[in-house]
Each structure stands twice: as structure tokens, then as C-alpha cells.
């Protein structure tokens, strides 16, 4: 076991996993104990997962843990937190951050909410950290073609929802 | 899919617009035709502007980092080398060994443990119960046999079967002599 590797592969990682389990929870608290048990998983199945699978294999396993909790919330009734959290999560945001706080950012994270779970991780996964399509595909499991479709339709549902809160995209 | 026309294809031209922010390049036709479209149709040219906005402002979107403190509780928490499959496929069986052994010793003991005089009580009257109902049975039966046989209803071979029948005695006596 390599210490050394592991401990470079969570610090290149863990900022990617956590801001998509913040982008895809919108719980500060949550993100973080997502976040944790996935590099934990790494760790435990490190000899079995190769270096240029980390990051994919590392997104699936966040992915699963998101989805596993936004289940659990559901099944208690709780509803989803639109409009309450912004965005950003940091404890002590940036200047940037802190200009998303504003109308813009408020109504595109309420609208982000609004997509279905899987129309989310693809946003978050496309348009936010960039990833290639074919690593989504294989991430989410989705045909090339599906997984644009949801792009397509994600795109034209959170216009809506912009012009909607009039907020003008 | 109907070709992006000046005046109709919406809805090519919306797919032309997402595979363009897919980064998808368009075959010089069909962007020429796109943007003869989007000249022509305010609704698409509006559109095209919008999604594109919503894009960039996605992308704008500044990301949490993970905090330190769960880093460092991460590393914590790896510190020891991870546990392998085998390591934990060998703990599993272990558990399920020693579950049997409990049950089997449970159900060993079971057996081995001294009777309950109720549970014996209630055996011995159970016991009772049957052997009378056999009795009652056996007795009626025998009544009914010694009826047929007086009436001259038995057969031949009951004739040799030994039974207590009143006189029966003598008149046996009587044949032998």
C-alpha cells in the first residue's frame, strides 16, 4: 500500500467530490460526510482500482452516496432545501462566493433544484466541473444519446425556470 | 428531424444550438443554415442567447472546497492499512461458523437438560387417554366377534382361533374325544 499515492489522490480529489455532493445535497453537513466516506472507500479498495479510474470511480461512489441520502430524506418527508442554501457552502465564503449569494445565483440554485436527480449530476457534472460526456455516460450508466437528451432538456428547464423568477438568464 | 429552414425548424435549430454548446462542431451547411434560421427567427435568436447565458453562468458557479479539518479526519481515519476482502470474507465465515456451533450447542443442551414433571405429567396422561380409547375399542371389537360367532356368522378359520366363548371349552373337549 502506497501512502504516499493514496494521500496524493485525496488531495487531488476531494475538492471535485465535495463540491458535487454540495451541488447535488445543497447541505453543507451532508457534502462533507459524503465526501469523507468516499475517500475512505478509496482507501479500502485502493489495490483494486487503477490510477486512471480514481476519478471516475470516485464520482460513482459520490454519486451513489448522494442519491442514497436524498432517498432517505424523501422516505422522511423532508422536503428539498430550494431556496434556503445558496450554492456555495464554504462556512467562509470567498468574494466570489458571496456575489453568487445574490438574486442570480439564489434563483439558479432553486432552479437547479428543480431538476430531477439524474438531470442534476449531469449539469453538475457537464457545465460545472467540466468532465467529458463519455466519462458521465459511463458514470451514470446512460447511453451517449440519453445523456444529452438530459443535457438538452436541463438546459432548456432551468431558462424557464430563470425567466420564470425573472430573472433574465 | 426537419431541416433548419428560414421560416420553420424550430426545433432543429434548438438541437443545432445545444450540440453548438455541447461543443459539437456543425457541419458548415447546417451552421449556415442555423444562422440564416436565427436571423430570421427572433424566438430561436432569443433563445440561443439565453442558453448560452445559462451555460456560462453554470460554469461561473465558484465550488466549495473541502475543509481542512475533514481532511485531516480523513487521513485519520486511513491511517491504518485498509482491511482486504479475504480479510473480511475470512471474518464472515467465522461468524456464520460459530453462529452454527451456537445453535447446534443450544439444541444439544436442549436435549440434555432434565425433564419438566408438568411436561412429564402431561405425557403420562396423554398416554392414558390413548391406551383407554384402545381398550374401549378392543372390547367392543371382541363383543361384536363373540355375537357373529354364537349367530353362526363366522367363517370356518375363526373356528380355530382360541377365543373364551361360554362353552366352548367342553364342546372342544367333547370333538378332541
Known amino acids: 500500500m502506497d501512502r504516499q499515492a493514496f494521500e496524493e489522490a485525496v488531495r487531488e480529489h476531494k475538492d471535485r467530490v465535495h463540491a458535487y455532493a454540495v451541488m447535488m445535497l445543497r447541505d453543507a453537513e451532508e457534502a462533507r460526510d459524503v465526501t469523507q466516506e468516499a475517500l475512505i472507500r478509496l482507501w479500502e479498495h485502493w489495490s483494486r482500482i487503477d490510477a486512471d479510474g480514481r476519478r471516475m470511480w470516485l464520482t460513482r461512489i459520490a454519486h451513489n452516496l448522494c442519491i442514497d441520502r436524498i432517498r432517505r430524506r424523501r422516505v422522511r418527508g423532508e422536503t428539498d432545501l430550494e431556496n434556503v442554501i445558496p450554492l456555495h457552502s464554504d462556512p467562509a465564503p470567498g468574494p466570489g462566493q458571496i456575489a453568487w449569494a445574490g438574486q442570480v445565483g439564489q434563483a439558479l440554485a432553486s432552479a437547479l433544484s428543480g431538476l430531477s436527480d439524474t438531470d442534476r449530476a449531469v449539469v453538475v457534472m457537464r457545465e460545472m466541473q467540466g468532465l467529458a460526456y463519455e466519462e458521465i455516460a459511463a458514470t451514470l450508466g446512460l447511453p451517449m444519446g440519453t445523456l444529452k437528451a438530459r443535457l438538452h432538456r436541463a438546459r432548456e428547464r432551468l431558462r424557464e425556470r430563470l425567466v420564470q423568477a425573472g430573472v433574465a438568464p | 428531424m426537419k431541416e433548419i429552414g428560414t421560416t420553420g425548424g424550430c426545433a432543429a435549430a434548438r438541437a443545432a444550438i445545444h450540440a453548438r454548446l455541447d461543443g459539437d462542431l456543425l457541419p458548415a451547411a447546417g451552421a449556415e443554415r442555423l444562422e440564416r434560421h436565427l436571423a430570421e427567427c427572433a424566438a430561436c435568436r432569443q433563445a440561443g442567447m439565453d442558453l448560452a447565458r445559462v451555460q456560462a453562468q453554470l460554469r461561473a458557479v465558484p465550488l466549495a472546497t473541502f475543509p481542512d479539518a475533514d481532511l485531516a479526519a480523513v487521513l485519520a481515519r486511513t491511517s491504518r492499512a485498509p482491511r482486504s476482502l479475504a480479510h473480511s470474507a475470512w471474518r464472515a465465515s467465522a461468524v456464520a461458523a460459530a453462529l452454527l456451533l451456537a445453535v447446534l450447542l443450544g439444541s444439544w443442551i436442549e436435549r440434555l437438560r432434565a425433564p419438566d414433571p408438568q411436561e412429564i405429567a402431561r ?54 374325544s
Open chain 2, 123 to 176: 405425557a403420562a396422561a396423554d398416554t392414558r387417554y390413548v391406551l383407554a380409547l384402545a381398550g374401549r375399542a378392543l372390547d367392543r371389537t371382541e363383543r361384536a366377534t363373540v355375537k357373529r360367532v354364537l349367530s353362526g356368522e363366522v367363517s370356518p378359520a375363526l373356528r380355530r382361533v382360541p377365543m373364551n366363548l361360554p362353552g366352548a371349552e367342553r364342546a372342544g373337549k367333547g370333538d378332541a
